[in-house]
């Protein structure tokens, strides 16, 4: 049998339905706010990292920026991967691949449009490496070059039409010929973003930019991933024996670091929806103070007959209990519905949706809803418990 | 008279401290109130009898003086102690009913038993008292404000009743009733009288005092007669 006290607080609140229903929806939103959030999240999240994990068999090596020479005091600067650092590269990664990447920015002209981009320089035949084309073939000329995606849609590109490399109005501006176009690749963790870039030859590149014995990055394709770490460490011994020389990072430490800023995103938005439930707090606070004021009378004659203290806070926690189990269930029935039309709207993909990653953020969104309810009911509860019997008899 | 009242004042006074300034309730009251008995408290509008069954129903305790309960102190009791006396030692029949306005005629009358036993009571003893006060069966699953004033004020009795109290405290337990009606409750508290029950009834009705046994008169805080 149940607990009298519940039942009274059940009867409270059917008495005061509509009052009760717009405490709850308060509830709702709040629930909703936080799962809602919370799942796009975490849906962000698992999407990126699956969108990123492909790539994690890479190691990236770049330059420090900045060196200090030790006799001169002023600081001279480093901006590549020198010669002789990729031949230690090359020996530390056995026999895994190692690749060579030169890059930089540029404007180009493709007809009578002007247009600024990246510009790779890549051994052609590393490209096959890491790269699959989409259309077309990798350069075999001189002047051939592959585009990323993007650029091909929004320049109209085809296979064999020239583009004009350097700034307009420059006079004998190199031209370059396409020869293959790159699929779609995204954000890509190994550093290297084709969609809107051109990718040469390495011969063509550093006989325009120079710099033909120093690189910008150098990409270490290992053929075991679970060697990834002893890769780093090898590369590491050797090349940065003396001093800090090149840094060396994986995706998966970018995998992490993204995963931490969305997780930081994450947990943002979820305190914006959380604010929402601090507003549904004020109303059930609102709502269980009215309760208690309404019922002064009944609290007296309750204390009078013999009541305890305890008993009257719980019957009135029990009330704000009720709200907060109403407002989460339908709250958590709202989050499922309207989570999902969010996430399916702003990612586009749902396959993560009911991971328990994502759909956690419900009953996790419904149990901050009960407790909020519970603790907004506790000084109205203590309130009730300890009026004065004779006073509260005499307020009719 | 035994050595040992049911109910012993000695000495009491209570004092509310009011902006106007303090006043005296009860002023050096002391009496006893012996098993058994049924005494009327009578005074005119002000005179402290409601003063007095606060005292006596423990809801609140002198300002000075000793004020004996069963025995027991009420000055030196916990809050709780009182609470569980007021439970189980003392019934209290209001003017006004003072129903569960959510509770059910049966609810309210089974209410005190939840309060002691902390569960529903499956003794039927609830149902057995609401008889007893001649409450109609069929009327059990009613809410008080379903019911006639008899009815709510023969209910207010059984749930005086339930725990087997001692002391029935009345406050104007007619007040609010037709004579016919207050007769019938009348007759129900004489009933109790006889079953060995204290009953003690505050009222500024000369007729329903007559009932009692012995009639203890306040005027302006003081006993001036019993």
């Given at each position: ?98 690749i ?29 490496k ?113 001093t ?18 969305l ?27 009215m ?55 702003m ?5 993560y949706?009911?991971?328990p ?20 009911g ?16 005499r307020?009719? | ?13 209570k004092?509310?401290?009011?902006e ?18 049924f ?37 030196l ?38 309060l ?101 008169e ?8 019993s």
């Open positions: 049998m149940r607990d009298i006290f519940f039942d009274l607080s059940v009867r409270s609140v059917r008495l005061n339905f509509m009052r009760s229903l717009l405490a709850s929806i308060g509830i709702v939103i709040g629930v909703v706010a936080i799962s809602s959030m919370g799942m796009l999240g975490a849906n962000m999240q698992l999407s990126v990292k699956q969108q990123l994990s492909s790539d994690v068999n890479t190691v990236m090596i770049s330059s420090d920026v900045v060196r200090t020479t030790s006799n001169a005091g002023t600081p001279s600067t480093s901006e590549g991967v020198t010669k002789s650092q990729l031949n230690d590269i090359k020996n530390a990664a056995g026999t895994n691949v190692v060579p990447i030169h890059r930089t920015n540029t404007q180009f002209t493709i007809g009578s449009t002007d247009g600024r981009g990246s510009i790779y320089g890549f051994d052609p035949n590393d490209i096959e890491f790269l699959t084309l989409d259309v077309g073939d990798i350069p075999r000329g001189a002047n051939d070059a592959v585009v990323g995606s993007n650029l091909a849609t929004n320049f109209n590109l085809v296979v064999g039409t020239r583009i004009k490399i350097g700034p307009p109005n420059t006079a004998d501006r190199p031209t370059i010929r396409v020869s293959g176009i790159l699929p779609a690749r995204g954000f890509a963790s190994d550093g290297i973003n084709t969609d809107n870039a051109i990718i040469v030859g390495d011969t063509w590149y550093t006989n325009q930019y120079g710099d033909k014995d120093v690189y910008n990055q150098v990409n270490v394709i290992v053929k075991n991933v679970d060697t990834i770490s002893a890769v780093e460490t090898a590369i590491d011994d050797k090349v940065n024996r003396k800090q020389v090149i840094r060396i990072s994986d995706a998966s430490s970018r995998l992490t670091s993204i995963t931490q800023t997780g930081t995103i994450t947990t943002f938005i979820l305190a914006i929806g959380g604010i929402s439930l601090v507003v549904a707090a004020v109303s059930i606070f609102n709502v269980m103070m309760s208690v004021n309404e019922r002064v009378h009944e609290i007296g004659i309750l204390l009078s007959i013999g009541t305890e203290k305890g008993e009257v806070r719980r019957m009135f926690l029990y009330e704000a209990f009720i709200l907060g189990i109403i407002g989460a269930g339908v709250g958590g029935i709202c989050s499922l519905v309207i989570g999902y039309s969010v996430v399916s709207a990612i586009g993909n749902t396959t949706f009911f991971l990653d994502s759909i956690l953020y419900v009953p996790e969104g419904m149990l901050i809803g009960i407790v909020v309810c519970i603790v907004s506790v000084y109205p509860a203590w309130k009730a418990s300890n009026m004065d019997p004779i006073d509260a008899l307020s009719e | 008279m035994s050595e040992n009242p049911l109910i012993r004042l000695v000495d009491v006074t004092v509310y401290h009011l106007s300034g303090d006043f005296t309730a009860l002023n050096h009251v002391s009496l006893d109130i012996m098993e058994n008995e005494v009327a408290i009578m005074g005119p509008s002000g005179s402290g009898k409601s003063t007095m069954m606060n005292q006596l129903g423990i809801l609140d305790v002198p300002t000075s003086g000793e004020l004996f309960i069963d025995g027991k102190n009420v000055a009791m916990t809050q709780l102690e009182r609470t569980h006396m007021r439970r189980d030692t003392i019934g209290y029949v209001f003017q006004k009913f003072y129903l569960i306005p959510l509770l059910s005629a049966y609810e309210n009358v089974e209410y005190p038993l939840i002691r036993y902390k569960h529903r009571d499956a003794t039927g003893k609830a149902a057995d008292v609401l008889k007893s006060v001649g409450f109609d069966k069929e009327m059990s699953s009613h809410r008080p404000n379903q019911l006639s004033g008899g009815q709510q004020q023969r209910v207010a009795i059984a749930r005086a009743l339930v725990n087997d109290p001692k002391i029935i405290l009345c406050d104007e337990p007619t007040g609010n009733l037709d004579r016919k009606t207050g007769l019938q409750i009348m007759d129900l508290l004489v009933g109790l009288h006889q079953r060995g029950k204290t009953v003690i009834l505050v009222t500024h009705d000369a007729k329903i005092a007559e009932y009692a046994h012995r009639t203890i306040l005027d302006d805080g003081r006993v001036v007669g």
